[in-house]
């Protein structure tokens, strides 16, 4: 954890935060703070800043932190990539969403395709906003407080003509990855680049043919990572990684 986020509505009105969950013994027992020390601290969808520990309540798992936030004034930044994911299994999905989000994606929009089984989208993970656990986690690793928004698309022709035409003045570009693409990410964008980005990656066994015609009809233009066939976790990572280094971040 390297960095602490908490709720705007776990923030008090004389900016103290209480905490005893998995925060609290994080804090304590790995960290090894005390009261008076310091550590960085951020506010879900707000500012970071420094959250001084005033207080240890109890022993063990069971210890309270009462801390006192200051935030640093820093603005909240959206990161400039979506990202479009056939579904995954829900073992891989919950390593990926961390992943992606250390990373630094805006959106997730979770999709099935012909190769997706329909009960991945009935996994508890998806249920009830369980998949948020995940998300902070790559939030923390990243010491960033911007949660992405996920969404889910049980079908696939409504997402890509419905709902790509309705986010398309957003985006500089779509990059579509699929093995059968005739250049890379650098040969497609070039050396440098400026803008936002919807980047769409396909589930354990990629694309077929038809939705890959249906991505070119809405302007994605494709992509290959190589003559190497990358998991989807894998790719996801190496994509998000080559679009980091070509934005210079």
């Known amino acids: 954890m390297n960095l602490l986020l908490f709720e705007t509505t776990?923030?008090?009105?004389?900016?103290?935060?209480?905490?005893?969950?998995?925060?609290?013994?994080?804090?304590?027992?790995?960290?090894?703070?005390?009261p008076g020390d310091r550590i960085r601290a951020g506010v879900i969808n707000g500012p970071i800043g420094t959250g001084e520990i005033l207080a240890v309540k109890g022993k063990g798992r069971k210890v309270e932190v009462v801390?006192?936030?200051?935030?640093?004034?820093n603005p909240v930044v959206q990161p400039p990539i979506d990202l479009i994911l056939g579904l995954v299994r829900p073992i891989m999905?919950?390593?990926l969403l961390a992943q992606a989000v250390s990373l630094g994606v805006g959106r997730i929009f979770l999709i099935r395709s012909s190769r997706v089984e329909k009960s991945f989208f009935e996994a508890s993970l998806?249920?009830?906003?369980?998949?948020?656990q995940y998300l902070l986690q790559g939030l923390e690793q990243a010491k960033d407080t911007y949660l992405p928004q996920l969404t889910t698309h049980e079908r696939f022709k409504p997402f890509i003509e419905d709902v790509i035409p309705a986010l398309d003045s957003q985006y500089s570009r779509k990059l579509l990855a699929h093995p059968a693409a005739g250049?890379?990410?650098?040969q497609t964008v070039g050396s440098r680049i400026s803008g936002r980005t919807?980047?769409?990656?396909?589930?354990?066994?990629?694309?077929?043919?038809?939705?890959?015609e249906k991505f070119l009809e809405h302007s994605f233009v494709p992509v290959n990572m190589g003559r190497r066939i990358l998991r989807a976790d894998t790719a996801v990572v190496a994509l998000l990684a080559q679009l980091m280094l070509l934005r210079k971040e």
């Open 10 to 34: 776990e923030l008090g009105s004389d900016a103290t935060v209480f905490l005893k969950d998995r925060r609290s013994d994080h804090i304590i027992n790995i960290l090894g703070c005390k």
């Open 198 to 212: 919807l980047l769409a990656v396909g589930p354990e066994g990629g694309w077929v043919d038809y939705e890959v």
């Open 183 to 186: 250049s890379d990410l650098m």
């Open 93 to 95: 999905l919950k390593r």
């Open 67 to 73: 801390l006192h936030f200051v935030p640093a004034g």
């Open 126 to 132: 998806l249920q009830d906003e369980n998949y948020r």
